[in-house]
């Protein structure tokens, strides 16, 4: 049996030693940066708050994403329905051509990540230009995000530096404060020249027809007001009914996210700009993508869609602190991407990805909304066993048959131990051994066997 492109993947980040200490020091400091903030506020009361929000706006979407259009329309704006990444790309490319688009600047935005939006720009001569700095980091490495909130999670200083360096065309320093100022150089004439501006949206709000977006960085707030145009693209699913609610997630996703209280920008877009306003752009556009999204309602996998893409399960989670996003193959990575990518897409690859958990139950005790993913990535599990090998499939049914019968539990466990202690480590399944040290169970009697004897 060759082994998967995820083990692959893994193997290569799990080797990779710049990796390895970028993970562990980002995700703890996420980690424990959370865990700080939300001991602010009554935690548990705004989770399961949260949770009932999400589920009740899901059960409603379609009225909800109505009003939401029709008060973006009401004021002005224009609301395009995507199907698809095809449908969602043709749509920005061809507002890129009646607008004469050369330039385009972009705030941080996974949707548009999702459906590949910089090629197809590219694709009909547009420069299309990552105003984060994360963003535009990777975007300058060619590669994609390893994180939902931290793209370059993965890159250090040194890193920064050689490719800034590139783009200069001499040598650029590696202390942080002068890589910011350099990347803010180059980056202010983009504002100042782009034709076109893209965001992502962390929340539609329907009531008002607004769309929020939540950055640490002012560049999300000049590129929704210099450039003549602003397009902003939505997952379907990231919409709230009104404003009360967004105040209970806002609360939520900046604690989980970086441990904030709030984050240092919130910024709120309500159509174009009116004839009495200095700043805005003159035309407004929200894509809502699809995108098999709607596939996914009314499934055992709709919770999924409560998602506020706040990375919390990312960084507590076992696997992805070892392999980080790019082992994913995916833009969605960690216990969210496990199951997301393959709800959305259907392929082996994809499939794949809900192995890639150790069932441990960290992403639901951090998820902000409590999706119970551990109970998903099971589902998904369970959906692909039929595609498993004939072997694969009898030694499991025997192992279930077996370990049905105490007796047969009980001798099974006792063998296994003995085996165990027995057989040197590069005897055993190769796929399941490889990255793993195998256990050792002590000699001596069992736990069971002293339990019976009254010793515990």
């Given amino acids: 049996m060759s082994r998967s492109a995820l083990r692959v993947r893994a193997a290569g980040a799990v080797d ?3 990796l390895q200490l970028a993970l562990q020091n980002a995700t703890d400091r996420f980690a424990l940066g959370r865990g700080l903030a939300t001991m602010s506020v009554n935690w548990e009361e705004l989770r399961e708050a949260a949770r009932s929000i999400r589920a009740g706006i899901l059960s409603r979407l379609p009225e909800v994403l109505s009003q939401l259009a029709d008060q973006v329309e009401a004021r002005g704006g224009h609301v395009f329905w995507a199907a698809d990444a095809a449908e969602a790309n043709d749509y920005v490319a061809s507002v890129a051509r009646r607008t004469s688009t050369k330039l385009a600047v972009k705030s941080k935005s996974m949707a548009s990540e999702e459906i590949h939006l ?25 590669e994609t995000p390893s994180h939902i909130i931290a793209p370059a999670l993965h890159k250090n200083r040194h890193d920064v530096a050689e490719l800034f360096s590139r783009i200069a065309g001499g040598d650029v320093s590696d202390v942080p404060a002068e890589l910011c100022a350099f990347a803010r150089e180059r980056l202010r004439e983009k504002f100042v020249n782009a034709d076109l501006g893209i965001t992502g949206v962390n929340f539609g709000v329907a009531e008002t027809g607004t769309v929020i977006t939540v950055t640490n960085e002012g560049n999300g707030r000049m590129v929704s007001s210099l450039p003549r145009t602003h397009v902003a693209i939505m997952g379907m699913e990231r919409v709230v009914e009104n404003w009360t609610q967004l105040d209970v997630l806002l609360a939520l996703l900046t604690r989980a996210a970086t441990g904030q209280p709030i984050s240092v920008y919130v ?61 994913y193959g995916s833009v969605y990575s960690g216990p969210i991407g496990a199951v997301l990518t393959p709800l959305l897409y259907d392929t082996p690859e994809a499939k794949e990805l809900s192995g890639a958990s150790s069932l441990c139950s960290a992403c639901w005790q951090a998820c902000p909304v409590k999706i119970p993913l551990q109970d998903m990535l099971l589902h998904l599990r369970t959906k692909k066993a039929p595609d498993a090998r004939a072997a694969e499939r009898v030694a499991w049914k025997a192992w279930a048959s077996a370990w049905s019968s105490p007796r047969a539990y009980r001798a099974s466990t006792r063998l296994a131990a003995t085996a165990a202690r027995m057989l040197p480590d590069a005897m055993g399944p190769k796929a399941w051994s490889e990255g793993r040290t195998r256990p050792r169970p002590p000699k001596g009697p069992s736990f069971r066997q002293r339990f019976e004897r009254g010793e515990i």
């Fill in 16 to 18: 990779d030693g710049r």
């Fill in 118 to 142: 910089n090629a197809a720009l590219e694709a009909q001569g547009v420069e299309v230009v990552e105003t984060d700095l994360g963003e535009w980091i990777i975007q300058l490495a060619g």
């Fill in 267 to 327: 910024t709120a877009v309500t159509g174009p700009r009116r004839a009495n306003e200095v700043d805005g752009p003159d035309e407004f556009h929200l894509v809502i993508l699809d995108n098999g999204r709607s596939k996914i309602l009314g499934t055992e996998f709709q919770e999924v869609l409560h998602c506020i893409r706040c990375g919390a399960c990312l960084n507590v989670c076992p696997v992805y602190r070892q392999i980080g996003g790019h082992a």
